[in-house]
Each structure stands twice: as C-alpha cells, then as structure tokens.
C-alpha cells in the first residue's frame, strides 16, 4: 500500500487528489494551515474510507519546522511516503502590482515559492534515507510563460516552480527518486472564484470562458492520480488539458452547454 502526503489537501484539488487515492487503495497524509480544516477534511474523508488509512496534519507550509513535523508524522504512522505532493498555494488577490500590500505579496511568494522548497527539501532527504519516493509539484497559471492580468505575482511563482522542478529533476539524476509536476489546468475551486466575490459583472463574463476551458475537480483528480502512480519517469509533466481535449471541447462547444458552477453560485 503507498502513502501518498499532500500538502494544502484540506480543500480543493488537494482534497480532490486525496480522495482519489483513498479510492485507489493508498493511505493518506492530509494537511492544512490550521487544524480545524484537516479535521473538517478528516472526516469528511473518513465518511468514505476507513480511518486506518488517514491521517491529519496541520502544517503551514512556509515555516519549514512544520514541513519537517509533517514528515515525521507521516513515517511515525506509517513508516514510509511512497508519493508527496507539493500542493499548497495561493492565489493572492486579482490585482496590479502595485495595489498589492506588502504582507498579501510576501503570503503568496512564501507559499508558493519558499512552501515547495522547504516540502521538497523534506522529501528528498527522506527519501533518499528509505531509499526511495516520488515528488510532484503542482504548477498552475503561469508555469508556461503566458500571463494573465491581475495575478502577475501567482504567475510568477508558478513560472519559478517550473525552473525549480526542472533544476530538481537534473540534481537529483541516478538517485533512486522520481520528480514531476503536475498541471491540472483550470480547476473549478475557490482559488478562482474567490476572485470574483466582489465584481459581479465581470464573474458573468469571465464564466463563458471558464466552462470552455475549465474542468471539476471530480474530474481531473481521478485522472491524476491515476497517472501519477502509473508513472514511472523521473522529470515527467502530467498534464491534463492537453491540446487534443482542448480542440474536442472547441469543437464541441456549438453541440452542447456546459455550466460548471451551476451548484457554486
């Protein structure tokens, strides 16, 4: 049985991805910020699967004795992580530049960026230790150059995460480690509604665009996890929306509608 950790899986495609591996016979390392939301993920979870399977975690993924703390308790209850998953991530408010503040900058460059550092740091040194492990780094918005106003700063992790995960890949050549990223493309969560709270008529015309190019997370996690414990090549990029799904949805689109927030609001 793999144990697979996800860091920021209280929520989200991080929840939706934990889901998928209970599903799939693995145990799960759950964790969040605070300790309310793994327990709320816990049992949401728990009311699926069964409890030996699934621990809870509090971690913040930019304090670095935390991400330390989130290892450990992984192998004290289960002795090994076969998978970890730098999920966790933020948005930031959709914004220019210069109308972000200072702290809402340095939240999202740290979780982001100084979060999957620190997780993978952990991970490498730990696998390399049992002798093996694979490491996935979720990119997003960004990772492939192009930009998108309003999330100049969440663009820019992402693009640096790349680099990150490409320059892993080569440093951690001949090891016994697999490293890859994941790119989920646009997931209907609260990282991209919550932008919109505020700007009604603009949520109704970016909505269009969404239900062409956007997906659930029940699913795209499912089809991750499935490629990730199929995978079995170090510096893979496990990508959903690939061009061939993106033409069929175009040349879809004039036969059928698609509301992907029809239960969101």
Same mark, same amino acid.
């Given at each position: 049985? =793999?144990?697979?950790?996800? *860091? ?20 799960? *390392? &759950? ?5 309310? =939301? ?13 409890? +030996? /399977?699934?621990? @809870? ?5 930019? %304090?670095?004795?935390?991400? *330390?703390?989130? #290892?450990?308790?992984?192998?004290? /209850?289960?002795?090994?992580? %076969? ?12 914004? =220019? &530049? #210069?109308?972000?503040?200072?702290? +809402? ?10 979060? &999957? ?14 002798? !093996? ?5 979720? +990119? ?21 995460? $790349?680099? !990150? ?14 490293? @890859? ?6 997931? &209907?969560?609260?990282?991209? *509604?919550?932008?919109?709270? %505020?700007?009604?008529? +603009? #949520?109704?015309?970016? =909505? ?14 499912? #089809? ?18 690939? /061009?061939?799904?993106?033409?069929? $949805?175009?040349?879809?689109?004039? !036969? /059928?509608?698609? %509301? ?6």
């Amino acid at each position: 049985m =793999k144990h697979v950790v996800i *860091t920021g899986s209280t929520q989200g495609i991080g929840f939706g991805l934990a889901e998928a591996f209970l599903k799939r016979g693995c145990s799960i *390392t &759950v964790s969040g910020r605070t300790q309310a =939301k793994v327990d709320h993920a816990r049992a949401a979870l728990e009311s699926q699967s069964v409890a +030996e /399977r699934l621990l @809870g975690c509090a971690c913040d993924v930019r %304090d670095p004795e935390q991400v *330390t703390g989130l #290892w450990e308790a992984a192998v004290a /209850r289960f002795a090994k992580v %076969d998978i970890w998953i730098n999920n966790a991530g933020l948005s930031g408010p959709s914004a =220019k &530049v #210069w109308q972000i503040s200072p702290e +809402e900058a340095r939240q999202v460059v740290e979780t982001n960026l100084l979060g &999957v550092i620190h997780g993978s740091r952990v991970a490498v040194a730990g696998m390399l230790a049992q002798g !093996f492990g694979r490491i996935y780094n979720m +990119e997003g918005m960004g990772s492939d150059g192009r930009m998108h106003d309003g999330l100049t700063l969440y663009g820019m992790t992402k693009y640096g995460l $790349r680099y !990150f995960t490409d320059s892993l890949v080569k440093e951690t050549a001949g090891m016994p480690l697999i490293i @890859g990223s994941l790119r989920p493309g646009m997931v &209907v969560t609260e990282l991209i *509604t919550r932008q919109y709270e %505020d700007r009604p008529d +603009e #949520w109704q015309r970016v =909505k269009r665009v969404f239900n062409l190019i956007a997906e659930r997370v029940e699913v795209v996690a499912p #089809w991750l996890a499935e490629q990730i414990l199929a995978n079995e090549q170090t510096g893979a990029r496990i990508s959903y929306l690939s /061009r061939g799904r993106m033409l069929k $949805r175009m040349l879809l689109l004039p !036969f /059928r509608k698609r %509301d992907l927030f029809v239960d969101r609001g």
